[in-house]
């Protein structure tokens, strides 16, 4: 498991190049995905290739709206191929699993209209997971684009971060101040992120450690809409329960929280679903060219009424709902297989 000190050299970075992440809602190229391979994520091959059809209906499904490369190894493409619609790219990058925003690359972008990759030196969210193959697949896909790397040291995930784009970021300690991820501070932790991202205030929520496997990732609670406006999926209190806990929790800060300028929060709560898994979350979607695409819940009545918020938040796109519920039971949802590139 690779987890180094943060060190605080001078080299470049992402906001020392003039380089930020923008807000998932600005304009994509394309969407990349990651296709499933490793069989020790899975209880069988049926399982597995179960798992391919819902990445393939979400690539598919993406499609209709924006260009998808789905990353595999060459001895996967055939299969894959067949579940694919025409519209999917299919790139030989191998790889070990699925979740394309934590382990796949993030992309930054300057003014002059320039691109490049920053590095979160993913390791298997504390070294649970395989990634022999994934923790080079950021590398690799900007090698093949021949886009410039960025590197602060620091360990960790996409989808522990959430951006706005305008300076600021987002995130639950649980899944960045942590041993299996990084040895620094969390002064230390926070300045390297910021210069990843080139933004400029970092907001922390506790999150909680321990009890999934991402040490409860932020995209699966709250979501930046656009700079001032975040959504977050509640449900009724449950005092003593460590979920409910930590998300009110992290409900309470950013109430009172401000962003890089200085505003308060507008807050849109989208309401939680009566006995469904967290991890299959509605704050789970995807944002992608007019389109954003929601997980489906048990309950038809609690999806109608995020429906009409998501239309609320991002007007002019159409909000469609997949049935995700085999991503929920591993521990995630559709944002976490997607990770968009940002046009220039």
Known sequence: MAVTPIRSADRPSARSEGFVVPDEAAPHELTFMQWPVDLAAYEDRSHRDAMRDVIAEIANTVAEFEPVVMLMGADHIADARRRLSRNVEIWDVPTDDLWCRDSGPIFTVNDKGARAVTLLNFNGWGGRGTYGRDGKVARRVAQRLGLPLFDNDVVGEGGGLETDGAGTLLAHESSWVNRNRNKGS?????????????????????????????DYHIDSLARFVRPGVIAIQLGPPEPGDVWSDADYATYDILTNATDAQGRTFEISILPRPPQWDWVSSHANYYVCNGGVLASQSPDAATDAEVARILSDLYPGREVVFLDTDLLGESGGGIHCA???????
Do not use: F, N
């Open 186 to 214: 969390r002064a230390e932790i926070e300045d390297a992120l910021l210069k990843a991202y080139g933004a400029q205030k970092m907001i922390w929520a506790p999150g909680l450690k321990g009890q999934d496997i991402t």
């Open 338 to 344: 997607t990770q968009q590139m940002p046009a220039v």
